[in-house]
């Protein structure tokens, strides 16, 4: 089968539109002549003319989740009981500094640019693929 982007087959019939569309980045120009190419023989044709190549950019939202948590510092109050010289006993109550790590999952929304490409073009049959 052959493809062209600049002619029609010499002799030959037009015997429908074909498309092929991608999304980039798995969509290859290579990719995208090959589904063309596997169009036009779907349609019986043994000749592919490309008659246009376009892409086309969108915007769309994308969000995802991520770790966002941080370390936190609160003053918490502690009992001590403490043994004097004398060996009696007393209780004091202080506040002491407690950093703890507190995790939290954060939402991060962005514009991301989606490309498609397209290829659009006629299957032809030729004299030598016809039966």
Same mark, same amino acid.
């Given at each position: 089968? @052959?493809?062209? %982007?600049t002619?029609?087959? %010499?002799?030959?019939q037009?015997? &429908? $539109? +074909? ?7 798995? %969509?290859? /120009?290579? /990719?995208? +002549?090959?589904?063309?190419? @596997? ?8 000749? &592919?003319? $490309?008659?246009?190549? /376009? ?5 769309? !939202?994308? @969000?995802?989740?991520?770790? =966002? &948590? &941080?370390?936190?510092t609160?003053?918490? !109050?502690? @009992?001590? +009981? ?6 009696? !006993?007393?209780? *004091? !109550?202080?506040?002491?500094? +407690?950093? *703890?790590?507190?995790?939290k999952? =954060?939402?991060?929304? #962005?514009?991301?640019?989606? /490309? ?8 032809? #049959? *030729? ?5």
């Amino acid at each position: 089968m @052959s493809i062209s %982007a600049t002619r029609d087959p %010499a002799g030959g019939q037009e015997i &429908g $539109i +074909v498309e092929a569309h991608g999304r980039r980045p798995q %969509a290859t /120009a290579e /990719a995208l +002549v090959a589904e063309f190419r @596997s169009r036009v023989a779907m349609l019986g044709g043994d000749f &592919g003319r $490309i008659d246009d190549f /376009a892409t086309r950019h969108e915007l769309r !939202t994308e @969000s995802r989740d991520y770790e =966002c &948590g &941080g370390f936190e510092t609160q003053m918490q !109050t502690q @009992s001590v +009981v403490a043994t004097g010289p004398d060996g009696s !006993t007393a209780v *004091t !109550t202080e506040a002491v500094p +407690v950093t *703890t790590y507190v995790a939290k999952t =954060c939402t991060e929304e #962005r514009q991301v640019e989606d /490309a498609t490409l397209t290829l659009v073009g006629r299957a032809f #049959r *030729t004299a030598k693929g016809s039966p």
